[in-house]
C-alpha cells in the first residue's frame, strides 16, 4: 500500500498480507520483523492482535469445495453455486473485519484500524489524533483578496462579457447588433 509515503505526517503502520488457498484469499503478516512498528504498537502487541484478527476471518476463507467448483467451471451450475458462496464469503469477511476493527478500538483507544480502499486495498494502523491536532486540521487559512478589483470603475461590460474602455464602443455595437 503506498499510504506511507503520501501520509507522512502521521505515524501509521500497514499491515502486509499474502495469499493463501492458492491465491483464493489472503492472510494478514503476524510476523513484525519487517515491518516499522514506528512505535505505534509494541511487537508483542502487534503478532497478537494480527494474529486474532486471522483466526477470525478464517471462517470467512475459502475451502476446497469452492476450489472444486471454480474448476468444474465448464458445467455452468458449479459455476453459479461458486459465484453465490464466493458473495457470501465476501461479505462475511468484511462483516467480520469491521467486528474486529470495532473490538480493536475498544482495546486500543489511542490508535485506530482501518482498511483503506485507495489507491490500494490494505488495513493501517494509525494513532488517533489528539484533540490539539483535529483542532489544527479543521482551521483552513484565510484566503488574502487582492485590494484592487478585478475590473475598473471605468471600464463597462458589454452584453458579450468583453470590457470596453468607452461608452461610444459600448453603443455603436448596441447599434450594430440592432440592425
Not at 67 to 94: D, E
Not at 95 to 116: A, E, I, V
Not at 132 to 154: A, F, N
Request: with cysteine; proline share 6%.
Amino acid at each position: 500500500c503506498s499510504h506511507e509515503n503520501k501520509m507522512a505526517r502521521r505515524e501509521r503502520i500497514v499491515v502486509p498480507q499474502r495469499a493463501v488457498n492458492g491465491g483464493f484469499d489472503f492472510k494478514f503478516e503476524a510476523d513484525p520483523y519487517d515491518i516499522n512498528l514506528r512505535s505505534v504498537m509494541t511487537a508483542e502487541e502487534y503478532t497478537t492482535v494480527v494474529t486474532k484478527l486471522n483466526s477470525d476471518l478464517k471462517q470467512a476463507r475459502s475451502t476446497k469445495l469452492d476450489a472444486l467448483l471454480l474448476m468444474s467451471g465448464p458445467l455452468m451450475v458449479p459455476l453459479a453455486i461458486w459465484g453465490l458462496r464466493h458473495s457470501n464469503q465476501t461479505k462475511r469477511r468484511k462483516k467480520l473485519l469491521h467486528k474486529f476493527m470495532d473490538d480493536f478500538h475498544g482495546d486500543f483507544p489511542h490508535l485506530y484500524m482501518r482498511w483503506n480502499k485507495r489507491p490500494q486495498s490494505c488495513l493501517t494502523i494509525e494513532r488517533r489524533p489528539s484533540k490539539e491536532e483535529k483542532e489544527g486540521e479543521q482551521q483552513y487559512p484565510q484566503l488574502k483578496l487582492p485590494q484592487e478589483s478585478l475590473v475598473s470603475e471605468e471600464t463597462e461590460l458589454t452584453p458579450f462579457g468583453a470590457a470596453s474602455t468607452s461608452e461610444n464602443e459600448a453603443s455603436s455595437l448596441h447599434q450594430d447588433l440592432l440592425v
